[in-house]
C-alpha cells in the first residue's frame, strides 16, 4: 500500500473513534488489521488527528508487544512460552518450531508464509502447550502436530 | 436430537469446532454451542440431553462422531461414555458457585441465563440503596480475586463516599497470569454474569460507565463479550435506565495490546486513557482518582462475577463458604503437567494435594510432583513437601507463598528450578514498564547473577538475596515486587539445581 494510501487510512480509523486521543490502541489495533501493521507514515497523521505529539504515539506503538512496525507474514503462529506450557516441553516445542520454519521467534519465514512469535499465556493451561494459528487455540502440541499444522496453511 | 458441544476456547484447541460440524452434518442432529464445564481433559465433551439428565461422551475426536450418534441412539455403551453428567464425582465435588451454569447453559442466550437464576441479583440490587448493595458486598466477606486479595466491599465503599460528577467501573480481564484460565472461561461461557456483577458495581457506586479491559491473547473473549453487550443492551439489561428503573449504566470492551504490566491497575488505567501502561504512584488510590481521574472501581472479572450470587442469595450465604478471612469460594485451576487439568471451584480450605492429586489426579507425564507455581509467574514455587498446605490467602502468606488468583502450575521432577528462577527474571525484565529502577535494572541484574550461580560462582548467592530484597520492597508494584518470590522459593526448596551445571561443567 503507498503512503498516501496509509495515511488516509490511519485518518479515516481516527475519524471513526472520534479522534478520540482515550481510543488510541483501539485506532492502532484497527490500523494494524488494515494495513498489516503500524506503519511509520500513519503515526503523524494519528497524532495531529488526536492531538497529541507524535512522541507520545510512539511511545505507546513502541511499548506494547502487540503493534509490529513491519507486515507480517500471510499468517502468525503465536506459540505459548510461559510456565504451563514451559511444565509440558513448550520450551523444546519453540525449538522445533523454530527449526522447522527455520526462523527465530519474532521472524517470517523467507517465502513469507508464517510469521512465528512467542506469546506469554494463552488461558490454555489444561491443555499445555498451547499455540494460536491465525487466532485458532491449537492445546497439547508437539512438533508433529505443530508441522502439519503449518502444512494446512495456504 | 440436541447435542452441546463447547465453544470455550480450550475445548476448541482440542478440536470441538470439527466434533461440531461434524455432528451438524448428521439428520435431526441440533448442535448446540455450550460453555465448558471445566474438565478440560475430557474436552472436547459432548453432551445429550436425556429424560435423566444430560449424557456426557469425552474426549472425542471428529472420527468418533458416527459411532457415539449410533450408540446413543441405541442406548448401548459407548467407550467414550461417562454416563450421566451430574453424577460424576470431579463435578460433584465441587461447589460451584460462580461457574453454577459453566457447561449447561449457551453463552450467548439470555433466556438460558435467566432460566438459571440469571439476573436475580441485578434485581435485587435495583431495589436497593448504593450503601445496602455495599454492606452485601462487605459481608460477604469477599476479597478481590485478582490476587492481591483486598476486601471488595471496603473497595466499593470508597468509590460510593467520593462525590464526583462521574464514576467508572473498570473490570480487569487483562488475565495475563500462566496457568490461569477462568477469567477466559467466565467471559466465553458466562459473559452475562460479568455484566450483571460491573451493572450491580455501578449501581452501588453511583459509577453510569464501565470498561472491560481484555488481554489481546484473548480474541474469542473479546467477541463473546461484545456480542454479549450488544444482546444485554437491546433486552434493556445495560444502557439507560435498566429494566424501567432510573439506573442507568452502558459498558465498553477495550482490547489490550500484549503488554502483561496492564493487569497492574493503575498501568491498566493509563492504557485505557490510551496511554503507555505505566504504573502510576498510590496514594491516590483509584478508587479516589482513578480512571480520567475519577473515582473508580476496579476489580478482576471472577470478582464481579461473585457478586450476582452475593446480591442474589445475601452476603452471609456467601461467607459460609470459606475459613478464616477467606470467605467464599474461589475457582483454582489446574493447570501444566497435570493429568486432569481443569476448572475446581471449592470453598478456601482444601489443600493443594486434594486438588493435585485429588481432582489433578498427578502429574500428565505420570511422573513424581516435584513443584507447584501457585499464584501466577509472580508466585512462589512450593515443594511436593507441602503438598498438605491449605488453600488460604493467610496461611499461603505465612509460607511465602501467595494463593493469587487461584492457578496452579504443575512441575515433574524433569523440572530444572534454576532455569525456572532465570526465567522468573527473564520475564520481568520483559515486561516491565520501566517507570521503577529496582524492577527495570533488577530483573536484568538477576538474570546475569542467576547464571553466575549457576556457573558455580556461590559468592553470588548472597547478591541475588540481597537483590531480591531491593525488588521486594523498593518495587513500584507487583510486577517488580513479586518477581523474588518464584527466584528465591526455587533457591531455597531446591539449591541443588542451582550447582548442577557447575557439575556437568566438571
Redesign the interface.
Known sequence: MSEANQTAAAAAIAARHGN???????I??ELQEELGCVAEAALPVIAKA?NLSRA?VH??VT?????RREPAGRHVI?I?A???????KGRELLASAEKILKVKAGGTTVDGKVTLEK??????????P?M?VD??????VDAKTFKSAVAELA | MKVHVPRDSAAKALGADQVASAFAKLDGVEVIRNSSRGMVWLEPFVEFDTPNGRAGYGPVTAKDVQSIFKSHSSNAKHKLSVGLVEDLEWLKKQERLTFARAGITDPLSLSDYIAHGGFEGLKTALKKSGAEIVKQVSDSGLRGRGGAAFPTGIKWKTVLDTAADQKYVCCNADEGDSGTFADRMVMEGDPFMLIEGMTIAGIATGATKGFVYIRSEYPDAVAVMKEAIAIAVNANWLGPNIQGTDKSFSLVVRTGAGAYICGEETAMLDSLEGKRGMVRFKPPLPAIEGLFGKPTVINNVLSFAAVPFILAKGGEAYKNYGLGRSRGTLPFQLAGNIKQGGLVEKAFGITLRELVEGFGGGTASGRRVRAMQVGGPLGAYVPASDLDLAMDYEAFAAKGAMVGHGGIVVFDDTVDMAEQARFAMEFCAIESCGKCTPCRIGAVRGIEVVDRIADGDASALPILADLCNTMKFGSLCALGGFTPYPVMSALTHFPDDFSRAKEAAE
Open positions: 478520540r486521543p482515550d481510543e488510541l490502541l483501539e492502532l489495533h488526536l507520545e511511545g505507546v511499548f506494547y508487544h502487540d503493534f503465536k505459548c510461559a510456565e504451563s506450557c514451559q511444565s509440558m506469546v506469554y499465556c494463552l488461558g490454555l493451561c489444561a491443555c499445555s498451547a494460536l487466532n485458532r487455540p491449537v492445546g497439547r
